[in-house]
């Protein structure tokens, strides 16, 4: 079975009210619908980073995230994660303010998952982070979205 990291943008928009603003709502909707349909497709994985940045925020919304991923399985965060998202922030262009965005990166490559759900999928910035995990002896998931999986 194919795997699947889970970041907190999946499931902040997962556990959201309902948006006003249309790309939001289109990213709710692509969200639940993969959540619901296709989910069990997939094994899925977090991270104690996922937690961490989803128990920030309103109490009872940062609940709701959290009683989301009690049902996800946790991936370890290790030196040699670690190291690998150093790494990305030293060499790619992931800026320094994004340090918890190359972890999340450097888990998944890691822990060889299949794919990394992210919202903000950036394809000016995949082909560098590629070659960097890949050269570090890793491989490198495939970032995409839940509309991306929908079908699959």
Known sequence: MKTVYIETSIISYLTARPSKNLIAV???????????????????????????EASQGDTK???????????????DINTACEELGEKLIV???????????????????YHAVDFNFK?????HLIPKVRTIVENSGYQFPQICTPEELIGE
């Not at 919304?61 to 991936?75: A, G, K, P, T």
């Not at 060499?91 to 490559?109: E, F, K, T």
């Open 119 to 123: 919202h903000l999928a950036n394809a």
């Open 61 to 75: 919304r940062s609940q709701e995230r959290l009683d989301v991923l009690r049902e996800i399985e946790r991936l």
């Open 91 to 109: 060499h790619s262009p992931i800026p320094d303010n994004a340090q918890d965005d190359a972890l999340h990166i450097a888990i998944a490559s």
């Open 26 to 52: 289109a990213r709710q909707q692509q969200t639940w619908e993969w959540w619901d349909i296709y989910r069990q497709n997939y094994t899925l994985f977090s991270s104690n980073l996922v937690i961490a």
